[in-house]
């Protein structure tokens, strides 16, 4: 679109002016409060300077051509029957990309894409709350990232990936994508989110994800991290529900070197439903850190929540899960669990399951184990001829596939467990 265009639409010109009002904000409370530190209680675990000490670079636009169609090819999940937006260190490759065209109701493409800036002024910055310094970094510099947008009954005939690879040969990088993913009454589809990256420098991945669902609509979202030893990452999804809304989440994490989620979901009319399911296998002297909240701010909602988690040698895992039933919100179900499974002495989990509750007529529970295999299970298994090493294993599988076996999307399910299974062969 040319600047004489853009100069003459009213729409891209209040669009415009919205965003940077929501970066002049960002940049106001960054200046402010910088990154969050240990003394506050929602990073009490989490060593934040670990991973915003180093100095980085800021990849440029030409990464976004640094990968060849082949080698896309040799990461994992790139071949799934799904439409692909493809990052690369934070810039969309057009090439590796394949939009959903001819979706009708559907659009989709560059949060950048000046064409598209009336759809994506309303709603930046409006959904993921302003209260880290990793948001307030992200709506500053953010370089590119998925605008989804379903109108009013609409859906999508397979789903949509959004990967995220990190090539850092060269040099250490600060990758900051932003996602806006809009579902308006009545729409349906599922969203992918992948996080890979070949090994190299380090890179902070800080990564901010907006979700709408209106009325009726229909959401499945999967994050999937696979990334390297070497990556770091931050990311926010933040997830507004309206009436009767469904929305289903599912975060896996099989790999990185440092990782905190933050997966927050407003629940702010009658009848929604919210769905989350968790799961990380750690080895090595890796951490990860999950932080979920729902706010139950409406009647007669439904959430349910299942982390579970594998940690072996020095790893070490976080689980901090918030529930607020606000006192409006009456005949709520909320459910949360949180299950870990310890594989050495070595291994750490710090779990904290927590419940707020200002209405009087609710059904919520909330809960937390930590512990090793079951001895007399691996017993078991040996004495039908089992060795101790594959007793063990087929029982991590069956761990594992209890979290996996809920994945919407039928194709993730047997890759996932082959990388997981790979994980714990040694």
Request: net charge negative; with cysteine.
């Amino acid at each position: 679109m040319n600047n004489a265009i853009i100069a003459q639409d009213p729409d891209i010109q209040r669009s415009i002016a919205t965003i940077n009002a929501r970066k002049e904000e960002a940049r106001a409370y960054f200046e402010k409060h910088g990154y969050p530190h240990a003394k506050l209680e929602d990073w009490k675990y989490t060593p934040v300077r670990r991973i915003t000490a180093p100095e980085y670079e800021f990849p440029g636009r030409e990464a976004a051509s640094s990968v060849s169609r082949e080698a896309f090819a040799s990461y994992p999940l790139s071949g799934l029957d799904a439409w692909y937006l493809v990052f690369v260190n934070g810039w969309l490759s057009a090439e590796l990309s394949t939009l959903p065209a001819g979706q009708k109701g559907i659009t989709a493409g560059s949060i950048m894409d000046e064409q598209l800036l009336p759809l994506i002024g309303p709603h930046f910055g409006n959904i993921a709350a302003m209260n880290s310094g990793f948001v307030a970094s992200n709506t500053v510099g953010f370089t590119d990232g998925a605008f989804i947008h379903a109108a009013s009954g609409s859906s999508l005939d397979k789903p949509v990936v959004l990967y995220h690879l990190a090539v850092t040969e060269d040099a250490a990088l600060k990758i900051r994508p932003r996602n806006l993913i809009i579902a308006e009454p009545g729409s349906s589809f599922k969203v992918i989110e992948v996080f890979a990256g070949a090994a190299g420098q380090a890179a902070l991945t800080n990564v901010v994800t907006e979700i709408k669902a209106e009325r009726d609509a229909l959401v499945d979202y999967t994050k999937l991290q696979l990334e390297t030893g070497e990556n770091y990452h931050v990311g926010y999804t933040e997830i507004e529900q309206h009436e009767n809304a469904s929305v289903d989440t599912h975060i896996i994490s099989l790999n990185g070197a440092f990782i905190r989620n933050n997966l927050h979901f407003r629940l702010l009319d009658k009848q929604c439903r919210s769905i989350m399911n968790g799961l990380y296998l750690l080895n090595g002297s890796q951490f990860l850190d999950n932080h979920t909240r729902v706010n139950h701010d409406a009647p007669e909602c439904y959430s349910d929540q299942l982390y579970k988690g594998i940690i072996n040698e020095q790893a070490t895992a976080v689980f901090n899960g918030k529930i607020f039933v606000e006192k409006d919100a009456q005949k709520t179900n909320a459910y949360q669990r949180n299950v870990n499974i310890l594989l050495s002495d070595e291994a750490t989990i710090n779990t904290k399951p927590q419940l707020e509750i200002f209405a009087d007529d609710v059904r919520c529970t909330h809960g937390a184990t930590s512990g090793h295999l079951d001895e007399e299970a691996v017993f078991y298994l040996r004495s039908r001829g089992l060795s101790e090493h594959d007793a063990k294993r087929l029982l991590l599988r069956a761990y594992a596939e209890e979290v996996i076996d809920k994945l919407q999307v039928e194709a993730l399910k047997e890759p996932l467990m082959k990388i997981a299974a790979q994980k714990f062969n040694g």
